[in-house]
T-cell receptor, first 115, second 114 residues
Framework: DTEVTQTPKHLVMGMTNKKSLKCEQH?????MYWYKQKAKKPPELMFV???????INESVPSRFSPECPNSSLLNLHLHALQPEDSALYLC??????????????FGQGTRLTVV | AQSVTQLGSHVSVSEGALVLLRCNYS??????LFWYVQYPNQGLQLLLK????ATLVKGINGFEAEFKKSETSFHLTKPSAHMRDAAEYFC????????????WGLGTSLAVNP
């Protein structure tokens, strides 16, 4: 199994809503990532979890709250988002964050629209 | 600090023609380099990676890339383009030091004309 699974595929939410994005991998990877991607732009790193601990937070606003319940799961909790937060949110995993030569495996993403 | 430059935000080729997507890097240490492809409305998929084992790297879907230290380049090529190759292509370098995050190029959009 070499997949990273993200749910839902599409999400429309109002600015007062609370929602969560979910990500799952069963490759035994110990690093998991959240990225935000705007159209025709490279992905922007948001958070990195290494061995289930938050390792990097790229100064992301607190309306985005990550959670890593176990080594296979990664959530992104959303609250009070703004329309400019509309984007493709990508989850990724890699074998070990400290290994330079390992690649990241990406999920298909959640297309988020904030109205 | 590491950086990546992709020359040409848009490349258009005819079906069956050579594909050449350019990537130049800047790195103070031996780099680890990656090419990813993103098809419309999908996530990113690894095409190939350079990890210092061999300078000519073969990837999936007939793509390959050659690492040239003297030119600080890692250009992606495919001998014969197919319509299904139309996508966004990103080159990335792994940051050195304790921060191992990927540094991304701005991407090149490849169009394949019939």
């Amino acid at each position: 199994d070499t997949e990273v699974t993200q749910t839902p595929k599409h999400l429309v939410m109002g600015m007062t809503n609370k929602k969560s994005l979910k990500c799952e991998q069963h490759m035994g990877h110990r690093a998991m990532y959240w990225y935000k991607q705007k159209a025709k732009k490279p992905p922007e790193l948001m958070f990195v979890y290494s061995y289930e601990k938050l390792s990097i937070n790229e100064s992301v606003p607190s309306r985005f709250s990550p959670e890593c319940p176990n080594s296979s799961l990664l959530n992104l909790h959303l609250h009070a988002l703004q329309p400019e937060d509309s984007a493709l949110y990508l989850c990724a995993s890699s074998q070990d964050f400290s290994q330079e030569n390992t690649e990241a495996f990406f999920g298909q993403g959640t297309r988020l629209t904030v109205v | 600090a590491q950086s990546v430059t992709q020359l040409g935000s848009h490349v258009s080729v005819s079906e069956g023609a050579l594909v050449l997507l350019r990537c130049n890097y800047s790195s103070s240490v031996p780099p680890y380099l990656f090419w990813y492809v993103q098809y419309p409305n999908q996530g990113l998929q690894l095409l190939l990676k350079y990890t210092s084992a061999a300078t000519l790297v073969k990837g999936i879907n007939g793509f390959e890339a050659e690492f040239k230290k003297s030119e600080t380049s890692f250009h992606l090529t495919k001998p014969s383009a197919h319509m299904r190759d139309a996508a966004e292509y990103f080159c990335a370098v792994r940051a050195a030091g304790n921060n191992r995050k990927l540094i991304w190029g701005l991407g090149t959009s490849l169009a394949v004309n019939p």
